[in-house]
């Protein structure tokens, strides 16, 4: 399945708990280094906060992801983090939280609610959307066969992401990765196309 859940743009929460203040950051990302990169942000920003504790998840079926507690108990604040972006269903998503500490301690439990709280709503603040995993491919062909080839690709829905024409032409497709064969097979029927 190449459909998946994610964010539309980042969007952001506030949560209280016993004066402790939870600060969510929930962002799209459509690779690891890039939510590493956001959550670093977030932390540079928020630099005098007491934890920035955080999570991701990239891929569509979800298979690359990390949480960190960041200073608090183990397993209080990255995974219950992570948690909410596997039960919204989402992949594609960086969460951090920024804790400023109130001066009445939560226990586990309560760390655990608190974190888990800030990130649902995070990701309840920002708009969902559906995107799709994408596959590439490049080809030749000649320049005869133009019509033919705009004709597939339109049809496919495919966008073009590189075009070079002379006599012979090159062209590389970005398609959901769900319908890249049935083109690929269409284009390797146009005669003198040449799959790379």
């Known amino acids: 399945m190449s459909e998946y859940l994610t964010l ?10 016993k004066m402790s203040k939870f600060m969510a950051f929930a962002f799209p990302a459509d690779s690891a280094a890039q939510a590493r990169e956001l959550i670093s942000s977030v932390a540079g920003k928020y630099h005098d906060a007491r934890h920035v ?43 951090a939280v920024v804790r400023y ?12 609610v608190a974190y888990r709280e800030a990130a649902k709503l995070a990701l309840e603040a920002g708009e969902k959307v559906t995107r799709y995993e994408m596959s590439e491919f490049s080809f030749t062909f000649p320049y ?6 705009m004709r597939a690709v339109k049809d496919s829905g495919a ?10 032409c090159r062209m590389t497709l970005s398609i959901r990765s769900d319908r890249a064969e049935m083109l690929r097979q269409r284009i ?9």
């Open 8 to 17: 539309a743009s980042p969007s952001q929460a506030v949560y209280r708990e």
């Open 53 to 95: 504790c955080w999570a991701y998840m990239i891929g569509a079926r979800g298979e690359e992801y990390q949480s960190n507690d960041n200073g608090e108990p183990s397993g209080t604040a990255g995974k219950p983090i992570l948690g909410q972006i596997r039960s919204a269903g989402m992949t594609n998503v960086a969460i």
């Open 101 to 112: 500490f109130g001066g009445i301690k939560l226990g586990t439990s309560g760390l655990i």
């Open 144 to 149: 005869m066969a133009m019509n033919e080839v």
């Open 159 to 168: 966008a073009i992401g590189e075009q070079v024409c002379d006599n012979s």
């Open 188 to 196: 390797s029927g146009i005669s003198g196309t040449s799959l790379l």
